[in-house]
């Protein structure tokens, strides 16, 4: 093995090891004690890194490796730091502890994205040891507050400290590079070129307060629950994207299925679980999540509001907004909680190129598809702004039977060692070569 196979595991399993939960309010411990980590594996191979904290405890590490063209535009690769909460007592395992058992690591952040991170480390680490470059000069980015937002990792790098980033015109990141086993001569391996746009809105409605025993024609709190099932049980039509359309293009022909645009059912259905990722890219998605109104059972209040999570496909946003208005009526209002773009690229050009020929260098059964996240990344969120074109490419080769979607955010999250190995190959590859 080499020297970052060798390691990664560990690597992994000392970063998990760090409780790094973001809670989304301010309160959990912060990035810094996972940075210093990273800071401190890469001083002991010589590779100097630039610390930013952007508040207390928020640590974000970058750091540029020299590559062998300087002509060439620099490529990005990120990972996030923080994970989500975990509660103890409903894992197997101690989400903390980075327990490598049975083959995996176990741990929060095991695939969201402790694995990735690992990965960048254990090759930078490796590359620094043996003196190699890359062929392009490569960024390294490990950021905060991916699982919030952002505020405190990207958006705050980007916005303050956008020099760290010059000349980068791509990236890549996370929930992307992973496979599918069609059968023992086939793997597909899903590229996320594309991301639905996100709209958090509250739906406000005001009305004429009084007491709950009296007729009142003018009740804020029906206003808001008759939008709220308007919008619930809009049944949004089929709409297929370009990277959807090929996404499923892809799929059918692998398992040998007839493409129907109009009736894509049967093959989201032979993805198994992953159809989590996917199912919901198909078209805008408007639930309800969440309602407020009234302090006592007798008092008709004067305000009602509730909040709705939509997600709207590239390319659509006008279109999702009008419908959203329409379905509103003209007795409530929305304000967006937080609303950020829908983003789509071509599946094409040499990054694209050079990670389908890394990942058949390793594995000679892949084959790579591009598809569009139902959820959003720091590709998205910030990066962009750059103008830096984003891929999610994570590569791990997984077990056939491995349920990858329910890891994300789940509970006894894991990630199979040798998947971790594989990966750090792919990424070797991909730097040199690109």
Same mark, same amino acid.
């Given at each position: ?40 594996? *890469? ?16 640590? =974000? ?34 989400? +903390? ?17 402790? %694995? ?122 089929? =709409? *297929? ?13 692998? +398992? ?30 408007? =639930? ?54 829908? *983003? ?33 990344? %720091? =590709?998205?969120? +910030? ?28 509970? %006894? ?22």
């Amino acid at each position: 093995m080499t020297p970052a196979e060798t390691e990664v595991a560990e690597l992994c399993s000392e970063l998990i090891r760090v409780d790094t939960s973001n809670y989304g309010d301010g309160s959990g411990p912060g990035e810094r004690a996972a940075a210093e980590i990273v800071m401190a594996r *890469l001083a002991e191979v010589g590779a100097e890194a630039t610390y930013v904290e952007s508040a207390p405890g928020r640590g =974000n590490v970058v750091t540029r490796i020299e590559g062998s063209d300087p002509g060439l535009p620099a490529l990005l690769v990120h990972g996030h730091l923080d994970v989500v909460p975990a509660n103890a007592a409903d894992w197997t395992v101690d989400p +903390f502890a980075g327990e490598i058992r049975d083959g995996y690591i176990w741990g929060r952040g095991a695939v969201d994205m402790k %694995d990735m991170d690992a990965m960048m480390l254990a090759v930078l680490r490796q590359m620094a040891t043996e003196g190699r470059k890359p062929r392009r000069d490569v960024v390294f980015a490990w950021v905060a507050d991916e699982e919030a937002g952002g505020e405190y990792g990207a958006k705050y790098l980007t916005a303050k400290h956008p020099e760290l980033f010059d000349g980068v015109d791509h990236a890549i990141s996370e929930v992307g590079g992973y496979s599918l086993e069609v059968d023992p001569s086939l793997r597909l391996y899903l590229i996320e070129t594309a991301q639905k746009g996100l709209s958090w809105m509250r739906l406000v409605a005001g009305g004429t307060a009084g007491h709950g025993s009296m007729l009142n024609s003018d009740n804020a709190v029906t206003e808001v629950a008759k939008a709220v099932a308007r919008l619930g049980s809009h049944e949004w039509p089929l =709409n *297929l994207t370009p990277t959807v359309r090929r996404f499923l293009s892809e799929v059918a022909d692998a +398992f040998g299925l007839p493409f129907d645009p109009e009736d894509p059912a049967p093959i989201i259905e032979a993805i198994g679980p992953l159809a989590r990722f996917v199912g919901a890219t198909l078209r805008h998605t408007t =639930n309800p999540t969440m309602l407020a109104a009234g302090y006592k059972a007798n008092v008709i209040p004067g305000q009602a509001s509730a909040v709705v999570d939509g997600r709207f496909l590239p390319g659509l946003e006008e279109e999702f907004l009008s419908t959203v208005d329409e379905l509103l009526g003209p007795d409530v209002r929305r304000e967006y909680i937080t609303h950020d773009i829908a *983003l789509e690229t071509t599946f094409d050009g040499e990054l694209v190129e050079s990670m389908i020929a890394a990942l058949k260098a390793e594995d000679p059964t892949a084959r790579a598809v591009p598809y569009c996240m139902s959820g959003g990344t %720091d =590709n998205k969120t +910030f990066f962009a702004d750059l103008n830096i074109r984003g891929f999610g490419f994570v590569p791990l080769r997984l077990p056939a039977e491995m349920d990858f979607a329910a890891m994300f955010h789940g509970v %006894d999250e894991r990630v199979p060692v040798d998947a971790l190995r594989f990966g750090t190959r792919v990424l070797d590859r991909l730097l040199t070569n690109y």
